[in-house]
């Protein structure tokens, strides 16, 4: 079955930074969009970055631009979020989701458990 592990979570001063991984396994990793989202207590699920399932475009939020890099390595089935000039405001726990087709038409969803980030002040 479809399984998405993050890594790399835990607790970074302000300034401070963190690699995140997302190790995939269950599916065809390089035919899926990949992203990172992030949940902070009290608020709603929000995109941080998106990367396509060849890795030759990225999204980001314009919270994180210029500070996040998203990236994916295909022979090794994982994804990555390196995250530099960490601020308070990115407390939060992050998802990784891969978007997998399903045919011509449809796709499939999936989500990790969540890794936890808090960054100190």
């Known amino acids: 079955q479809v399984q998405l592990v993050e890594s790399g979570g835990g607790l970074v001063q302000s300034g401070g930074s963190l690699r995140l991984s997302c190790a995939a396994s269950?599916?065809?990793?390089?035919?899926?969009?990949m992203s990172w989202y992030r949940q902070a207590p009290g608020k709603e699920r929000e995109l941080v970055a998106a990367?396509?399932?060849?890795?030759?475009?990225?999204n980001y939020a314009a919270s994180v631009k210029g500070r996040f890099t998203i990236s994916r390595d295909n022979a090794r089935n994982t994804m990555y979020l390196q995250m530099n000039s960490l601020k308070p405001e990115d407390t939060a726990v992050y998802y990784c989701?891969?978007?997998?087709?399903?045919?011509?038409?449809?796709?499939?969803?999936?989500w990790g458990q969540g890794t936890q980030v808090t960054v100190s002040s």
């Open positions: 269950g599916f065809t990793f390089s035919s899926a969009a």
């Open positions: 989701k891969a978007v997998v087709p399903r045919g011509p038409w449809y796709h499939d969803d999936y």
């Open positions: 990367v396509t399932n060849a890795g030759d475009r990225t």
